[in-house]
């Protein structure tokens, strides 16, 4: 059920049913009808159009296509909350799971959903009647009074709201309207379902409140104080102390490991496909983004429990291999025998493609002979296909190096060339579901709801005139393989991480597969588009000439100027580096990188400037870096252990003792960990894990500034700051990890 205004999860269609949001959709066609009358007469004709109506307006289709990077959470139940023990931290999904207890204990969801449609559509009469009553007054005269039809308008309401009420299902997360509380004094959390609840049931909201707090108390009440109600009805609710040092202990003793951060409840297949250069082209800045958000998303699910694919989605074909072999065949002859191929150096692959290029452009019959490669190619001819595998070789290595600076593991290549033998099938499955048809000789498809600016259809093309395939027939042949072929990955949910510009490719390619049945019920396909990399002008980032800049020109710089910052600090700068300040100065430039992408919303462009993603203030990676090496530091010095040596962790202290403001906000913002991590699970932005880091150090600098970890005034307050350390240590640990960078001890 959706109780009331409009969700979190921002979406493009295809939302799960439940109780409210079905009355939604009845809310949306009575505050959209042109009809001058409230009278839904024609509407309900008969006993068995009552049932169709009802079956349209509330039966569900469980898919979710979001073509903004959101996940469809509506799938989830109350049962599929994380997995959570005894000594596992408590956080927000564990709360929802007990307000939906309550709420389903409490109230009846055919009620709530009856008492929603005869407040929305009586609200829309009373407005009519209001509306007809000033226009007759200022008419000054009287309208006949068939043309009011109370009577049919009563009839239809009730029937609508019998059929509201007959298709109810249970309260599930998005009912229990659990959120983090807007201030600190307010708690920890706030519950607010008591508004929409109390309207559609007719009761006042405090006293709605009331009932929900009653049912919680016995479920929370060893790990939340007294809930409170304020003002209409909000139920703020705030963690015991005595909890959150038994919490912070847990994290303590779980400090190598996962921080008692329990684990997701369902275990899904996910695809995150992500980086996704081209043969024989070199990787540019506009491949960073893709590469760094798809392996940090693909981390953090992975953290949380769910088997992740990752997948590099390689442009290795089309009609640019035709200009490539053939200049191959002329240049490097020895590339096109499989038996030397892989013993051919191709050189400096950039320039190989655009001598191939040149030539293309000013040698017809060069040309011709390259069109005719293509088919070649694709016909598998074996010279063609042996050059073809060498500038896939040739490419990979040159691509491993940037995955290796970037510290990308795990990701599986698997090109266009892939999807080739599915792709005839793509089209004849298209055709024949009626969605395929032919225009000006290509065969397109036509979808509602996408038109060219003159308003005429927008054509989607699946085939060429020529014959050829594009990328659409590719990405249905790729969805079918991931998602429906028992052969393929037969994922749950599957995330494409490419630029904006290419939303709307994404959101027909989505709903084209939807129609086509190629996605099973409960299947979430995610479009997480990103911005672009700009200059710190504010313009497309640029060499000087105004070439686009290689990716491995980028990290390069980015190291050096590290280098330079690390050395201008060493007592004697011109010392030959040791290893481990080489791998300081590579964590910090790579690092730095990394984090300024990352700690950007990804759907804005952002000015890349390596002054600020290499200073030391503010929310960046050396900030970041150093707050960790910091806290190493501290607790090296507390713990009497030796400088240079790999530092040894403390024990968790017996009891966690709070004994200062300080300590216990620290402590508040620790357990906000499995929330934030649970939200970029659900909703794909990275920056908010970088918010909380930078939030995390802010937090533990007011800590140290008030509370003496080595000078404390007991042993057992100096073990539970020593713990507090650890655990916000871990924290600082954990998240870099996620986001792809490796800690250092000292900095």
Not at 34 to 62: I, M, P, V
Not at 229 to 252: D, H, Q, W
């Amino acid at each position: 059920m959706l109780l009331f205004g409009a969700s979190r999860i921002r979406c493009s269609a295809f939302v799960v049913p439940s109780v409210t949001s079905r009355v939604a959709r009845i809310n949306t066609f009575v505050t959209s009808s042109s009809s001058s009358s409230l009278s839904l007469r024609g509407f309900f004709q008969t006993e068995e159009d009552k049932k169709k109506t009802a079956k349209a307006c509330f039966a569900g289709n469980n898919r979710a296509f979001f073509h903004k990077g959101r996940y469809n959470q509506a799938l989830r139940s109350v049962s599929d909350t994380a997995v959570s023990t005894s000594e596992s931290i408590k956080g927000i999904e564990w709360l929802k799971a007990a307000v939906v207890d309550v709420l389903n204990e409490t109230f009846d969801p055919a009620d709530v959903a009856r008492g929603a449609v005869v407040s929305k559509l009586e609200k829309k009469n009373n407005k009519k009647k209001k509306k007809k009553k000033k226009k007759n007054a200022d008419a000054e005269e009287e309208k006949p009074k068939e043309d009011d039809e109370p009577a049919a308008a009563v009839v239809d309401v009730q029937a609508l709201a019998d059929a509201a009420a007959a298709a109810a299902t249970p309260f599930t997360w998005r009912d229990a309207m659990v959120t983090q509380a807007t201030r600190l004094d307010f708690g920890d959390y706030q519950v607010n379902a008591a508004m929409g609840l109390a309207k559609n049931l007719g009761m006042a909201p405090r006293d709605c409140a009331s009932k929900i707090v009653e049912g919680l108390k016995p479920l929370i009440g060893t790990v939340m104080e007294e809930p409170e109600i304020a003002g209409p009805g909000f139920i703020n609710l705030r963690f015991k102390e005595e909890y959150l040092s038994n919490a912070i202990k847990n994290m303590a003793m779980d400090a190598d490991n996962r921080l008692a951060i329990p684990k997701a409840a369902t275990k899904q297949k996910i695809v995150v496909d992500f980086s996704s250069p081209n043969i024989a082209k070199e990787m540019h800045v506009g491949h960073l983004r893709s590469t760094i958000i798809g392996d940090t998303l693909s981390n953090i699910l992975e953290f949380a429990g769910h088997d992740v694919v990752r997948l590099n989605h390689v442009g290795d074909w089309g009609t640019q291999f035709g200009m490539l072999v053939e200049h191959l065949r002329e240049e490097y002859p020895q590339a096109l025998s499989k038996e030397t191929s892989q013993d051919v150096d191709l050189g400096d692959l950039v320039m190989l493609y655009k001598a191939a290029k040149k030539r293309f452009d000013a040698d017809e019959d060069f040309k011709t002979r390259a069109r005719e490669g293509v088919v070649k190619l694709q016909a598998g001819d074996p010279e063609s296909l042996a050059a073809w595998e060498s500038l896939c070789a040739a490419s990979r290595l040159e691509y491993q190096k940037i995955y290796d600076s970037l510290d990308i593991k795990g990701l599986t290549e698997r090109g266009e060339s892939f999807y080739n033998p599915f792709l005839n099938g793509v089209i004849d499955d298209l055709e024949e579901q009626g969605l395929a048809v032919e225009s000006d000789g290509a065969t397109v498809v036509f979808l509602d709801g996408y038109n060219n600016r003159d308003g005429s259809p927008l054509p989607m093309l699946v085939r060429k005139s020529d014959g050829g395939f594009n990328y659409a027939t590719t990405d249905l042949a790729a969805i079918k393989q991931r998602v429906l072929l028992s052969s393929g990955e037969n994922a749950d949910r599957v995330l494409y991480v490419t630029d904006a510009g290419q939303s709307m490719h994404f959101e027909m390619v989505f709903k084209a597969a939807e129609l086509a049945g190629f996605v099973p019920e409960g299947v979430s396909l995610e479009h997480v588009p990103f911005g672009l990399v700009q200059g710190e002008d504010g313009k497309k980032f640029a060499t000087r000439s105004g070439d686009t800049v290689k990716l491995k020109d980028l990290l390069d710089e980015a190291v050096r100027i590290a280098g330079e910052d690390v050395t201008s600090r060493m007592e004697d700068s011109d010392q030959e580096l040791s290893d481990e300040v080489k791998h300081v100065i590579q964590t910090v430039g790579i690092g730095a990188v990394k984090y300024a992408d990352l700690s950007m919303n990804r759907e804005s462009n952002y000015k890349f400037s390596y002054s600020r993603m290499l200073s030391l203030n503010g929310n960046t990676a050396p900030y970041m870096l150093y707050a960790y090496a910091r806290l190493c530091g501290i607790v090296r010095k507390a713990t009497g252990q030796v400088e240079g040596e790999a530092l040894v962790w403390p024990e968790a202290a017996s009891e966690i003792i709070i004994s200062h403001d300080s300590e216990l906000q620290l402590i508040r913002n620790l357990m906000r960990l499995p929330d934030i991590l649970t939200e970029v699970e659900t909703d794909l932005y990275p920056n908010r894990l970088c918010d909380y880091l930078f939030e995390t150090s802010q937090k533990f600098n007011q800590f140290y500034e008030n509370c003496s970890v080595n000078n404390a005034e007991t042993p057992e307050l100096k073990a539970s700051r020593l713990s507090l350390c650890t655990v916000t240590a871990s924290a600082i640990r954990l998240l870099m990890n996620l986001v792809g960078i490796q800690t250092v001890e000292r900095l």
